[in-house]
């Protein structure tokens, strides 16, 4: 890990929803393949979140597990530059999950919006379930099971990023102290002498009540110049000034995945469900095939007709795919009715057919080599094991559940 030049952790999951399509890798997948040479990177297959909402229909999962790992290890993620998991496969997960149940106040996760949208949007599916409420709460579990300091997520998950961050603060007030913290910072308090013990707790209570940065510097520097206090006292009265212990589990910041540019075949957003996609696994002639019949500027009807580019999904993907010269050269030709459509799409399609080649015959690889796919795995989930045994021991341990 070599080329790693910063030591923060970015963890990031996606649920097992199947194969791929170029909108995950313009979006998400080419996003992980450069983290993953930035950062030490763990990505894992969300899979207990997909039983959330596939409870009825948990057989499905298994197949979407692997064509999904399958994809990733296609589009670059290098199982050598960062670690790989399947969330089940590390059963830690669901013991943090446990143990962050019993801090989380109810209103905190019955306020996520994605709580009420999602209830909505797949009104199809009963979501009234205990197991569909914790989603953002296994989801901060995860992040917090690695101490990860960036989370990469689209801006849909920006919330569950959030309570994250409130269930960390939760945590560590609660229990980042030492049994007796209170006590002991009154009596470091008191060893201070009445006149400045004032300044400390009004400098204390300005910055704590309303955000004074200076009472906090003012403060700060007090309990520096004491010179009858402990060294372990200094470090108390500095964890009190901020309202907080030790920091056990730290906050975590999302990492925004831009939104993918990526268009789908009818200008719409390229999504499994609208149907316009081009899977990364995608045949040479279908995807031959799906171009050509893209519709173009509805207003073009004969090949004299003049178009606009503006009004036409093929020139959105020229957007992804085509240098400047080319895009010069599309709009000279289509305003003009100097070229036809499929003239066009011939440069889309031979960047596309260019793009994907590699990754369908790394897909195929893996695919003809399943045992390999599993290895790679095994190892991953025995890497997260390890730091997730490490978290946990120490969540286990200020909780006071370490007896044997
Ligand atoms: N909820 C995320 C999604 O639907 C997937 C996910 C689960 C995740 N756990 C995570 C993402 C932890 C980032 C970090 O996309
Ligand atoms: Fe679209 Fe190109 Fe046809 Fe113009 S020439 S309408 S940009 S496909």
Not at 334 to 362: F, M, N, S, W
């Amino acid at each position: 890990m070599s080329s790693v030049v910063s030591s923060q952790r970015v963890l990031s999951g996606m649920r097992p929803t199947g194969r791929l399509h170029l909108g995950h890798y313009h979006g998400v997948l080419k996003n992980w393949v450069r983290l993953q040479h930035e950062y030490e990177c763990f990505f894992f297959v969300a899979d207990w979140h997909a039983l959330t909402t596939e409870y009825e229909n948990p057989q499905r999962i298994e197949q979407n597990v692997w064509e999904m790992v399958i994809d990733w290890l296609a589009a670059g993620v290098n199982p050598g530059s960062c670690t790989l998991f399947i969330q089940s496969r590390v059963p830690e997960h669901a013991e943090l999950h446990l143990l962050l149940s019993m801090m989380t106040p109810l209103g905190w996760l019955e306020r996520v919006p994605t709580y009420k949208d999602q209830q909505e949007k797949l009104k199809e599916k009963d979501l009234a379930t205990y197991g569909f409420l914790g989603y953002p709460l296994l989801q901060s579990a995860d992040i917090l099971m690695y101490r990860a300091g960036l989370v990469p997520v689209g801006a849909d998950q920006v919330a569950h990023v959030e309570i994250t961050r409130e269930v960390a603060r939760r945590f560590n007030h609660l229990y980042g102290r030492e049994p007796g913290f209170e006590e002991a910072v009154a009596a470091a308090v008191r060893k201070m002498g009445k006149k400045q013990a004032k300044v400390y707790q009004d400098n204390r209570r300005k910055y704590q009540e309303q955000g004074d940065e200076s009472a906090l510097e003012t403060a700060r520097a007090l309990v520096m110049d004491q010179q009858n206090i402990t060294l372990g006292d200094r470090e108390r009265l500095l964890g009190d000034l901020e309202g907080g212990g030790k920091v056990i589990l730290p906050e975590p910041q999302a990492l925004l995945t831009p939104a993918s540019k990526m268009p789908g075949l009818d200008g719409q957003k390229m999504s499994k469900s609208y149907g316009n996609f081009i899977s990364l696994r995608e045949e040479p002639d279908s995807v031959d095939e799906k171009i050509r019949r893209m519709p173009t500027d509805p207003a073009r009807v004969r090949r004299t007709d003049p178009g606009n580019p503006d009004n036409c999904p093929v020139w959105q993907l020229h957007q992804v795919y085509s240098d400047e010269q080319t895009r010069q050269w599309v709009r000279e030709g289509c305003t003009t009715a100097g070229i036809g459509c499929l003239d066009c799409k011939k440069p889309v399609v031979e960047a596309v057919q260019a793009e994907l080649e590699p990754i369908r015959r790394r897909a195929e690889e893996h695919t003809r080599n399943p045992d390999l796919v599993r290895s790679i795995v095994a190892d991953g989930c025995e890497e997260a094991r390890e730091a997730a045994r490490a978290t946990l021991e120490e969540v286990r341990s200020v909780m006071g559940l370490n007896y044997r």
